[in-house]
């Protein structure tokens, strides 16, 4: 029923910017709840950002504060996150995800859907 793809990942200097973006398929993405997560070889899936299913408010692990900036736009069933200044422990897959069970945002099992993941590398 829901399908989500992500893209724009790739290998970027310490100190660069790089966007991904999230396209969904699907009758249900509107109006709900998306997040974004992250996971490094070894360590475990890291909540990163949401944003609630207007756009009108977000929220973002300490981390990546001041920093990232997550966005939607509903016409267009896309969901974007914007990392400026990047850093090498940025280094991960990056994976948005849609808050269908409408659960806390900073956990996993609140997400009933996934994409399949792109690979964010920052050298140092």
């Known amino acids: 029923q829901v399908q989500l793809v992500e893209s724009g990942g790739g290998l970027v200097q310490a100190g660069g910017s790089l966007r991904l973006s999230c396209a969904a398929s699907?009758?249900?993405?509107?109006?709900?709840?998306m997040g974004w997560f992250r996971q490094a070889p070894g360590k475990e899936r890291e909540w990163v950002a949401a944003i609630t299913g207007s756009g009108g408010a977000t929220t973002y692990t300490d981390s990546v504060k001041g920093r990232f900036t997550i966005s939607r736009d509903n016409a267009k069933n896309m969901v974007y996150l914007q990392m400026n200044t990047l850093k090498p422990e940025d280094t991960a897959v990056y994976y948005c995800?849609?808050?269908?069970?409408?659960?806390?945002?900073?956990?996993?099992?609140?997400?009933?859907?996934w994409g399949q993941g792109t690979q964010v590398t920052v050298s140092s």
């Open positions: 699907g009758r249900t993405f509107s109006g709900t709840p």
């Open positions: 995800a849609l808050n269908s069970r409408l659960g806390v945002p900073t956990m996993p099992e609140s997400y009933g859907y």
